[in-house]
């Protein structure tokens, strides 16, 4: 038996998201008595193959076709290489590229999908283990089937140990020019503007709890108090009330500051994505079952539109 | 030309709530138009608003609830809605990716769209594959999580932004026919005006069951099974502080003194 686990890679570099693959893989393939195989398509093949030798991995199977990822090419190199390798499990990184291609390959094998797997367990059957409505709620799915596609949420499992023995074999495709209709032209990066917060010592960050544009003057309040820079959750910055640059979570910035005060922020995935590695995390939100206390060190449960002018009041603000 | 939007009445959990079966009690759950769909439907109406003889036509797999929601979009400028829905399918407990996909391949091949816009995930359970399947379905080109759109229906290309992690985004030009899974931020959804909504209630809004649309209950067979529902266990240590505001605020401030903050 064999699960095969799918590599990503950007801009020359292979993401860390791969190694968590091969480290969820192993413990998969262990459940299961299985090979764990790894795969890499387009990019420095030859670089990326021998760093994704790690403990656990048993072959690593290079397709050395373009450069950048392009969906079209994926598609038709996962298909070929799962033709090939047969295996019970394709796991892909439940990121906005593993997104764009692993639904297409799983509808192509005519393989059932579970996405954004958190945790997987094998008792006859694979069991994966996956959040509803925003985090509030745990699911279970049961695969009725010897096969699947599942795409794994990043940082929910250990990287695969460096080291390892694994030997790393060119696969050639065969790639229907035809078919890819699609043409990565460029990257851009987000503008940064005047602040960098992934500099800031202490972020006075914003969410969704903030209502409307103008209240966000109680947060500047605070922020000036506090000596402090202002960040935000993703909806403030869709909302155009803060610069894209503000923006802290997956598809913004990763923050590391002293101190992180999230406030009216739910704590969505996506957004602790970006900021878990502050040193002391405080939340304020009105609901006590919100994610964001499951991360913070300390937590107010009551309406920020009296607790903010509170504090702010405390520094002489 | 013939935008086609896909559009989800999703789910919404209370603050508080209680697990009954596999799912949050119905007391607990209100029901509102998917976020990203919001904005999908913002875009294709912005599509139809810049061209000459643009139809905008949303499809949604829903129970009559999501009339309501359905009507949301009409009044923000849709031209009509198709609504997918009938016993079969009610009894299902799961309605995966693969079996959405293939309800709505089958009213975009009577419809036949260039262009088919969905949100990149819905907000209850949050598949995020949706989309993508469906253009496989249709053997239509994609493009997963865009936040930016050029159409040059002339040419026959969609030129989009996806917006990728860490702030970087990369640019694609895709070949029309396609379906494009819309982020939030792409544009500002507009809310709808009192004369929207009163358009609305008179705008075509056909249901069609599994037999309508030449499919049978195997096209919601799937190997997937829901087979359990449970709030995860807080991991979290937080000292939380207790009292009114300027109680909790003066806690709050010694903790921050502490750190060094604000001094």
Do not use: C
């Not at chain 1, 922020?265 to 009105?286: E, F, R, W």
């Not at chain 2, 909504?197 to 069951?209: E, G, S």
Request: charged share 30%; glycine share 8%.
């Amino acid at each position: 038996m064999t699960v095969l686990a799918v590599a990503e890679h950007r801009r020359g570099e292979l993401r860390d998201v791969s190694h968590e693959l091969a480290g969820a893989g192993r413990e998969l393939a262990d459940a299961t008595d299985s090979e764990l195989h790894l795969a890499v398509v387009s990019g420095d093949v030859d670089a990326f193959g021998e760093a994704l030798v790690r403990e656990g991995v048993d072959r690593v199977h290079t397709v050395d076709y373009g450069e950048e990822f392009n969906h079209d090419v994926s598609v038709q190199a996962v298909e070929q290489l799962a033709g090939e390798l047969d295996p019970d499990y394709l796991l892909v990184p439940h990121t906005v590229n593993g997104l764009d291609y692993a639904p297409a390959v799983a509808e192509r094998l005519g393989l059932p999908i579970v996405t954004d797997a958190v945790d997987m367990a094998v008792d006859g059957n694979l069991a994966v283990t996956r959040e509803m409505y925003g985090s509030k709620v745990e699911t279970t799915i049961e695969v009725d089937a010897d096969r699947a596609v599942v795409t794994l949420r990043p940082a929910e499992w250990p990287q695969a140990p460096t080291g390892g023995d694994a030997t790393v074999e060119p696969f050639d495709v065969s790639i229907d020019e035809s078919a890819v209709r699609s043409t990565v032209t460029g990257f851009e990066e987000v503008a940064g503007g005047d602040v960098d917060i992934s500099e800031a010592d202490v972020l006075v960050s914003v969410g969704r709890g903030i209502e409307e544009e103008d209240n966000l003057d109680i947060i500047r309040d605070l922020a000036e108090a506090l000596d402090a820079t202002v960040s935000a959750s993703r909806p403030v910055v869709d909302s155009g009330w803060l610069p894209k640059n503000r923006q802290v979570g997956q598809s913004g910035k990763v923050v590391t500051p002293d101190v992180y005060i999230a406030i009216g922020i739910s704590g969505a995935v996506q957004h602790v994505a970006g900021m878990k590695g502050a040193d002391t995390i405080i939340a304020i939100n009105t609901d006590p079952n919100a994610p964001i206390f499951d991360i913070a060190d300390y937590g107010i449960v009551d309406d920020l539109f009296e607790v903010v002018p509170a504090l702010t009041e405390q520094f002489g603000g | 030309m013939k935008v086609l939007v896909t559009v989800t009445d999703v789910a919404v959990v209370d603050d508080e709530f209680e697990i009954d079966g596999l799912d949050v009690d119905e007391r607990y759950l209100t029901y509102e138009l998917n976020e990203w769909d919001d904005y999908a439907v913002e875009e294709a109406v912005r599509i139809a608003e810049d061209g000459e003889d643009v139809e905008v036509v949303t499809v949604t797999v829903g129970p009559e609830r999501s009339e309501e929601t359905i009507r949301k979009a009409l009044a923000k400028g849709a031209d009509r809605a198709v609504r997918v829905w009938d016993d079969a399918i009610a009894g299902r407990e799961l309605l995966d990716a693969e079996t959405k996909a293939e309800l709505l391949a089958a009213v975009a091949r009577e419809e036949e769209p260039d262009l088919v816009l969905s949100g990149v995930q819905s907000g209850d359970d949050s598949f995020a594959a949706t989309g993508v399947t469906l253009a496989e379905k249709l053997g239509e080109e994609w493009a997963a999580v865009v936040n930016q759109l050029d159409l040059d229906a002339d040419a026959g290309v969609a030129s989009v932004h996806r917006e990728l992690e860490g702030g970087v985004e990369e640019l694609t030009d895709v070949e029309l026919p396609a379906v494009l899974t819309i982020q939030t931020g792409i544009n500002e959804p507009r809310y709808a005006s009192l004369r929207g909504i009163r358009q609305a209630q008179n705008k075509p809004l056909d249901v069609q069951t599994l037999g309508d649309l030449g499919l049978d209950e195997s096209a919601l067979e799937t190997p997937l099974r829901w087979t359990a529902t449970y709030e995860p266990e807080s991991e979290g240590e937080a000292t939380v502080f207790e009292g009114g505001a300027d109680e909790t605020a003066g806690e709050l401030a010694a903790v921050l003194r502490e750190e060094g903050v604000g001094q």
